[in-house]
Nanobody, 121 residues
Framework: VQLQASGGGLVQAGGSLRLSCAAS????????MAWFRQAPGREREFVGV????????SYAESAEGRFTISRDNAKNKVYLQMNSLKPEDSAVYFC???????????????WGQGTLVTVSS
């Protein structure tokens, strides 16, 4: 299983970024896909999750109303649209996959490599 995240970069506060995660080696539509982030010196934290069929999403309070997860099961991809970015959103963002809810929000089955997001003030 491979999860390849991309789309990170440097953006000014108030700006937007769209992260992508390409999955391979798994039956993608069966997996709930989650995003996590880890800022320097801090623990990795849950950002949001979308269930396998795309019908339900759930977000951390810090992401609610600003971030949106979507997925394209035909392309084996999941996305994280981030709007109204703040400097405190700066972190390495990881995509992850899991078969069980809500376990995927704490202990995913698979992790991708991270992509760095830096929000300047």
């Amino acid at each position: 299983v491979q999860l390849q995240a991309s789309g990170g970069g440097l953006v000014q506060a108030g700006g937007s970024l769209r992260l992508s995660c390409a999955a391979s080696g798994l039956s993608f539509s069966n997996y709930h896909m989650a995003w996590f982030r880890q800022a320097p010196g801090r623990e990795r934290e849950f950002v949001g999750v979308m269930v396998g069929n795309g019908a339900v999403t759930s977000y951390a309070e810090s992401a609610e109303g600003r971030f949106t997860i979507s997925r394209d099961n035909a392309k084996n991809k999941v996305y994280l649209q981030m709007n109204s970015l703040k400097p405190e959103d700066s972190a390495v963002y990881f995509c992850a996959a899991g078969l069980l809810m809500p376990t995927v929000t704490r202990r995913p089955d698979y992790w991708g490599q991270g992509t760095l997001v830096t929000v300047s003030s």
